[in-house]
């Protein structure tokens, strides 16, 4: 059922990413920012992705090597791990929406998780061209579950050190309103993030270690589907419109910055 499950799910996420780019094409500059492509180009390499996939399992069950189909797959699969870690980063922080740069600390994150998901995809080579019962294969499957768990852990705290300075901001800023607002979509992209981290990381791998063998094929439509539903939610809360919350906000602050480069200019003529 694997090359039937994975052709699906490619043909799902191909509509999908289909249906944002033409947002994008619709959008103006006002309402397109530079993360939207981002998370359209990781649409991409999720599509590519599942069909070389299903291509590699159909070639398998037709002559029992993937053949070149497997290279493909190793290839977007590495690049669609990392950008889609690199986008839930840069989204947790705000990132082109928010603020325009990353402090340090999210700079040293985001460099940690991209070595460790080169790592990380470097290891799911050689496990997925190990033996099944060799003694390597238990070893790296451990491996590659913990470094994914490291990662996994590594993009909350981004997200935890902005619902802090937001926090923050909300007791400290005159406009509490705008502040809240903002802090409620960060509080409920983190609950997303934990979720989907804890199904397809947790769920997911107890899940198939209990199914008999014939049902083994389910665990992949569970975890592509929490991925599906992630995928969703994500981009309907950061899709490019005007009405935005998180623009509203940069807007009102770099109004307030021109207001106060005025002001300046006023007193330096002044004086």
Not at 38 to 59: E, H, N, P
Request: aromatic share 14%; net charge positive.
């Amino acid at each position: 059922a694997l090359p039937l499950v994975f052709a699906v799910f490619a043909g799902v996420f191909g509509l999908c990413g289909c249906v944002w780019w033409f947002l994008l094409c619709r959008g103006g500059k006002e309402k397109v920012h530079r993360i939207h492509p981002l998370m359209g180009v990781l649409l991409v390499l999720k599509t590519l992705t599942l069909g070389a996939r299903a291509a590699r399992y159909s070639s398998i069950d037709r002559t029992g090597s993937g053949g070149n189909w497997a290279d493909a797959y190793y290839v977007f699969a590495s690049l669609k791990g990392i950008m889609l870690f690199v986008v839930i980063l840069l989204v947790g922080t705000g990132w082109s929406i928010v603020k325009p740069y990353l402090s340090g600390r999210e700079k040293k994150i985001v460099a940690i998780v991209l070595v460790l998901q080169v790592v990380d995809n470097l290891a799911l080579v050689i496990f997925e061209e190990a033996s099944l019962g060799s003694k390597s294969w238990l070893m790296w499957r451990d491996i590659l579950h913990l470094v994914d768990i490291v990662c996994c852990v590594a993009i909350l705290l981004p997200i935890v050190w902005s619902i802090r300075h937001l926090r923050e901001a909300a007791a400290a800023d005159g406009k509490a309103a705008d502040t809240v607002g903002k802090l409620t979509l960060f509080r409920q992209f983190y609950v997303m993030v934990v979720a989907y981290v804890y199904f397809t990381r947790i769920i997911v791998f107890l899940l198939a270690a209990t199914l008999p063998f014939e049902f083994l094929w389910l665990r992949y439509v569970f975890a592509e589907g929490a991925t599906l539903l992630f995928y969703v939610a994500t981009g309907y809360k950061f899709r490019p419109r005007e009405d935005n919350p998180y623009f509203q906000v940069r807007s009102e602050e770099n109004q307030e910055m021109e207001e106060f480069g005025l002001e300046k200019e006023k007193d330096s003529a002044l004086v």
